[in-house]
């Protein structure tokens, strides 16, 4: 087993040095307001958007400048249109993917410079626009912005190029050690990453002391199956079983398999122990109350919209964004973590202001007016850096 110490929430402030050399960082934990140092023989930059303030931190804005694209998503309902499988299509700028998941359809994506906050890219009316007027060309019946289910936005590291159009850009990525004790990785794709962690790994261990690094084995992160997929067709020969054990239905369980992994026997170990957390979340047709004390218990959910909006995809597959099931999401989590009714309610409002923050940029034409949009709604409980 594999496995690493994390610290969610918090926020790196500056490199630790011993002469020219990186040896850790000082870090601000965002819950509490304190700091804390974390001392390593290499400290690996795998940050994303957020690459050129990091290495600003380390004194060498030069190594690489990184280009933030925004790609957005939308999500219909299965039986808005039939197809035996996905469609790749392709686009005046890229291609656009029909991907079936689950009851739903998720079509996507587009490709667009980004110059904004890199903390809570947001999808505009023009974004959708864009992925419905691509797919219908391509339906015998098209879909409209009312069978749209869900919206979601995220942001492309790409490494800058000589050309401002994203679309053009690489999506290779790259490593270096722009100082002693300190590797840089970015750029790169999310179906890249074990081959960007394995190469900024390697570059690592080479810069390591050689009594040290003749100690470090190979990579074998090709062989190391996900969580979950080890014994995977095991736990999928107990099917009925697990049906019994709960009393959900054989779709329930397939779900659950394709969600959990053999993490299923924790699921149904709590659905064994209170049968009441078999019960569906208000909002939902598939959500169980189980998964929301397992992202508690197992997945170190610790705010409402940990769960609501990364452990599960309740955000993307409700009209509502979920607030409908923000309330029972809260009642578990509270039971479990030990929220007193202050911290319960603090919970719900911030999370109903980001999603309400949400659908509301969703109705502006442009990125700027959906910031704008963004941030009236949900600075009033959130904060201008949009992290409660």
Do not use: C
């Not at 402030?13 to 001392?39: A, C, I, K, P």
């Not at 079509?107 to 009316?125: C, E, K, M, N, R």
């Not at 939902?284 to 409402?304: C, G, N, P, Q, S």
């Amino acid at each position: 087993h594999y496995g690493a110490h994390v610290a969610t929430r918090a926020f790196v402030q500056e490199f630790l040095r011993d002469g020219d050399s990186v040896v850790g960082v000082r870090v601000r934990d965002n819950m509490t307001g304190d700091t804390f140092e974390v001392r390593a023989k290499q400290v690996v930059v795998a940050t994303g958007v957020w690459t050129d303030h990091l290495q600003d931190l380390i004194g060498d804005p030069e190594t690489f400048a990184v280009r933030m694209s925004k790609g957005v998503h939308i999500v219909v309902e299965k039986s808005k249109f039939r197809s035996l499988m996905g469609l790749l299509l392709r686009t005046e700028k890229s291609v656009l993917f029909v991907i079936p998941w689950g009851r739903f359809w998720i079509i996507g994506t587009t490709d667009t410079p980004w110059d904004l906050s890199p903390a809570h890219p947001v999808a505009t009316q023009a974004d959708i626009d864009y992925i419905l007027n691509r797919v219908n060309a391509v339906l015998a019946e098209p879909i409209t912005r009312e069978d749209v289910v869900g919206v979601y936005a995220g942001l492309r590291p790409l490494l800058a190029g000589d050309t401002d159009d994203t679309a053009k850009l690489s999506r290779e990525h790259v490593v270096a050690n722009p100082a002693p004790g300190v590797t840089v990785v970015a750029g790169g794709k999310w179906t890249t990453y074990r081959v960007m962690a394995q190469d900024a790994i390697d570059a690592a261990v080479a810069h390591l002391p050689a009594s040290v690094r003749d100690s470090v084995p190979a990579s074998v992160t090709k062989d190391i199956s996900l969580l979950g997929a080890d014994g995977y067709q095991a736990a999928v020969n107990r099917h009925a079983e697990y049906a019994t054990r709960t009393g959900l239905s054989g779709y329930q369980i397939t779900r659950l398999l394709g969600r959990y992994g053999t993490d299923i026997d924790l699921i149904v170990e709590m659905i064994e122990a209170d049968r009441g957390l078999a019960a569906t979340l208000p909002g939902t047709k598939d959500y169980r109350e189980a998964e929301v004390v397992f992202a508690a218990r197992h997945e170190m959910a610790i705010h409402l919209d940990d769960v609501l909006m990364r452990r599960t995809r309740l955000i993307f597959e409700s009209r509502d964004r979920a607030i409908q099931a923000a309330e029972r999401t809260a009642d578990l989590m509270a039971t479990e973590l030990g929220w007193d009714a202050q911290r319960r309610a603090r919970e719900v409002a911030d999370y109903t202001a980001r999603a309400t923050a949400e659908l509301a940029a969703e109705l502006t034409t442009n990125d700027h007016e959906a910031e704008a949009a963004w941030n009236q709604v949900a600075e009033v409980s959130l904060g201008k850096d949009g992290f409660s």
